[in-house]
């Protein structure tokens, strides 16, 4: 099993930043791929950002050149720098984890104020 905690979610105006970190630990053997989605209230959870072991990076339409995701390989840890934010980007964030199977984080809230 892996457990993945999360941390730096809260409220922010709008035009301000957040950064988010998720700590993977447990029986990890290899971890693959390393991400953030999110999901607003009356939504489906959508991809934010991804990151391979091999450092590629890719990122949804509407947060590119805004969000940075960004590992530590020796730490298993994942970030998630956001910029800009908008009152749209309000959501739970949630990390997840390629290892191999898939694993969540509890999800942490991001609240944009406008």
């Known amino acids: 099993q892996v457990q993945l905690v999360e941390s730096g979610g809260g409220l922010v105006q709008a035009g301000g930043s957040l950064s988010l970190s998720c700590v993977a630990s447990?029986?990890?053997?290899?971890?693959?791929?390393m991400g953030w989605y999110r999901q607003a209230p009356g939504k489906q959870r959508e991809l934010v950002a991804v990151?391979?072991?091999?450092?590629?990076?890719n990122y949804s339409g509407s947060v590119r050149g805004r969000f940075t995701i960004s590992r530590d390989n020796a730490k298993n840890t994942v970030y998630l720098q956001m910029n800009s934010l908008k009152p749209e980007d309000t959501a739970v964030y949630y990390c997840?984890?390629?290892?191999?199977?898939?694993?969540w984080g509890q999800g942490t809230q991001v609240t944009v104020s406008s």
């Open positions: 447990g029986s990890i053997f290899s971890i693959n791929a």
């Open positions: 997840n984890v390629l290892a191999p199977s898939h694993y």
């Open positions: 990151i391979t072991s091999g450092g590629t990076t």
